[in-house]
């Protein structure tokens, strides 16, 4: 028979002992994890009187190169999306803008609702430079005034020399709201109204 030294003994039982006490205690936390979450708490709905609103959204139809007079032409989607989950909102008018700052097209004939989560898209197809390199657009909404703002961006994608290209404008809401009627637009300027594109092709 092996007899071990009592210090080492002592040192042997006190590992075993830890050994155990850190395999009971990983069983509750393992048991944690499998317990569902509760749902987060949810808030109030808006109450607030109607308010107006209305967000700059910068884009890009295409970028200059430096081989003059060539650029590149890119793809745009316009992303308006409604971030309250308990209150609908209504886009009124969304307007695309050239460069020089008069408007190129006007996407919506009439008010559009926007359920909670919604989103809308419209898009510049990428052979469509009405726009420039300095676009934009006006999105024009109502809601109540205590509802969340807006998220809009703009996505653009296209190739670029022998690469290709993509990024992503913020929109930003404007503390004051324009005059939608005064940028003159004639008819012919009027996107297809059932698609929300524009320049699609078939």
Same mark, same amino acid.
Request: aromatic share 6%.
């Given at each position: 028979m092996v007899y071990l030294p009592r210090q080492l003994c002592i040192l042997a039982i006190f590992s075993?002992?830890?050994?155990?006490?850190?395999?009971?205690?990983? @069983?509750?936390?393992?048991?944690?994890? @499998? /317990?569902?979450? @509760?749902?987060?708490?949810? @808030?109030?709905a808006p109450v607030g009187a109607t308010r107006l609103r209305s967000v700059y959204v910068p884009a890009?139809?295409?970028?200059?190169?430096?081989?003059?007079?060539?650029?590149?032409?890119?793809?745009?989607?316009?992303?308006v999306r409604n971030v309250d989950s308990n209150s609908a909102v209504t886009l009124t008018h /969304?307007?695309?803008f050239h460069t020089s700052g008069h408007r190129v097209r006007r996407?919506?004939?009439g008010p559009r609702t926007l359920r909670p989560l919604e989103t809308a898209e419209f898009q510049v197809d990428t052979y469509d430079d009405a726009g420039g390199s300095g676009a934009n657009f006006l999105v024009f909404w109502e809601g109540p005034s205590?509802?969340?703002?807006?998220?809009?961006?703009?996505?653009?994608?296209?190739?670029?020399?022998?690469g290709f290209v993509s990024f992503v404008s913020r929109g930003v809401?404007?503390?004051?709201?324009?005059d939608p009627e005064v940028f003159m637009l004639d008819e012919s300027d009027l996107a297809p109204p059932a698609s929300d594109k524009a320049g699609a092709r078939p």
């Open positions: 075993a002992s830890l050994l155990m006490a850190g395999c009971t205690d990983s @069983e509750p936390q393992l048991a944690a994890l @499998e /317990v569902e979450q @509760e749902p987060p708490p949810t @808030e109030g890009y139809s295409h970028l200059p190169r430096a081989s003059k007079p060539h650029k590149s032409l890119l793809s745009i989607l316009l992303s /969304v307007d695309y996407y919506l004939k205590d509802a969340h703002p807006l998220l809009t961006e703009s996505i653009m994608w296209g190739a670029m020399g022998p809401e404007l503390d004051r709201r324009p």
